[in-house]
């Protein structure tokens, strides 16, 4: 891992910063008659201050729904970073004289911007976009640290666990970014799914993350499950190996391993002449209740309202599918299960309020496949469907497997009896 420690710099942190100009209250008042003991970031907003990352206002208040300026963030991103300067020299016409030019500058030099992505000036005093934030700590966490370069290079094709993701408002390249702050807790969603990428960032929302971002900043990439889950799946397709003790099997004479990765976006017949599927993706969810999941891609699948039961002994599988019917009529409820060709591929439709929220297909429950139209000759069809996969590790059938030896396409896996 590159060294990109450097000294710590205890006067430049004391010295806090005065964002706007306009703050004047100081660490000798945490106390803010706008941020009730209620106030959901009370403790963190209370912590900026007291470290001088902030200020208060003189009538007493903090402004927690204020928004941030690019400089303000830029200027608090190079207090409490640890990263070595590299390179401070000014690149921006438009910071020249501005209160917070040393800030950004250090900014730049630390990884954080990429001057490039302001083309046309920095414009430090518009509101900092969620979109900006994400990419400037993402950024930041990458220069410092390998494991975290290679986490933003592994997720950028991953499925990001935001309504965007499929309703629109993500670009490409913004799939990296989010899958390095969400992964690693220092952003999170909204209640409906969505990231917000367009949203300006409030005083309150910035206090929270500064705190996470200490925190994040000395540890690995590899430190975080949710990360390495997106990770796996942005590299394969599947979060098997990092969600579950499931191990891949070699195939018997070889030293060849039946990845996921073997299988998936490789169309194949159907069987009956019915059509032609694809999978491309498989998510496991370790519920531990309908509502409650222990990693990230739970929220976009599960909620009270999902279909079927929470079973201890297994995990919730979904599998994102592309479906051609070779006519209108073949595919009914009854009938797709028994033409997938391979054991786990037979899932199930299933319904929740998440998949609502995040925007994703699926496949209908039983007996609407005809009277909805959701299969239509010659038209791809993609969608998410519903597997178990079991966890009884006392049992030889506690694992599945898809595809062929003959065309390389096989994968198959299972946890280790020793375990």
Not at 189 to 216: C, H, K, M, N
Not at 309 to 322: D, G
Not at 386 to 396: E, I
């Amino acid at each position: 891992m590159k060294n990109t420690w450097r000294p710590f710099m205890a006067g430049a942190l004391c010295m806090g910063v005065f964002l706007g100009g306009a703050e004047v209250v100081g660490a000798a008042k945490a106390s803010f008659n706008d941020v009730p003991a209620s106030h959901w970031a009370k403790a963190s907003i209370e912590g900026a201050v007291a470290k001088g990352y902030f200020k208060g206002y003189a009538d007493g208040t903090f402004r927690p729904q204020a928004h941030i300026t690019r400089a303000e963030f830029a200027v608090l991103l190079s207090r409490i970073s640890s990263n070595v300067v590299e390179n401070d020299s000014s690149t921006f016409a438009d910071i020249a004289g501005h209160w917070g030019r040393s800030g950004i500058e250090q900014s730049i030099g630390m990884g954080f911007l990429t001057p490039s992505d302001y083309s046309g000036g920095f414009k430090p005093d518009e509101a900092l976009t969620r979109r900006e934030m994400a990419k400037w700590m993402a950024s930041g966490l990458a220069a410092r640290n390998e494991g975290f370069k290679q986490a933003l290079s592994d997720t950028k094709d991953t499925l990001v666990p935001v309504a965007e993701y499929y309703k629109g408002g993500l670009n490409p390249s913004d799939y990296s970014y989010l899958s390095v702050v969400l992964g690693t807790g220092l952003m999170t969603g909204y209640l409906d799914g969505t990231f917000g990428p367009s949203q300006p960032t409030t005083r309150a929302e910035v206090a929270v993350i500064l705190s996470r971002y200490q925190q994040v900043q000395i540890k690995e990439a590899s430190d975080y499950q949710d990360l390495e889950e997106m990770r796996e799946v942005g590299l394969t397709g599947t979060n098997l190996l990092s969600a579950t003790p499931h191990e891949y099997h070699t195939i018997y004479g070889s030293n060849k391993i039946t990845s996921f990765d073997n299988f998936a976006n490789k169309p194949y017949p159907m069987l009956y002449n019915r059509g032609t599927m694809t999978v491309h993706r498989m998510i496991v969810v370790d519920a531990v209740s309908k509502t409650e999941s222990k990693n990230l891609y739970g929220k976009m699948f599960m909620d009270s309202d999902f279909t079927f039961p929470v079973q201890n002994r297994f995990y919730n599988v979904f599998l994102e599918t592309t479906v051609v019917p070779n006519d209108n009529t073949s595919l009914t409820s009854a009938a797709f299960p028994n033409s997938t060709l391979y054991n786990f591929t037979t899932g199930r439709g299933f319904q929740s309020s998440s998949t609502l929220r995040y925007g994703l297909t699926t496949l209908p429950e039983s007996g609407n496949f005809l009277k909805t139209g959701f299969f239509k000759k010659d038209v791809p069809r993609r969608f998410w469907m519903h597997q178990y996969l079991n966890k009884d590790t006392s049992t030889n059938d506690n694992g599945g497997d898809m595809g062929r030896i003959g065309n390389g396409t096989l994968t198959s896996w299972s946890i280790p009896l020793s375990r």
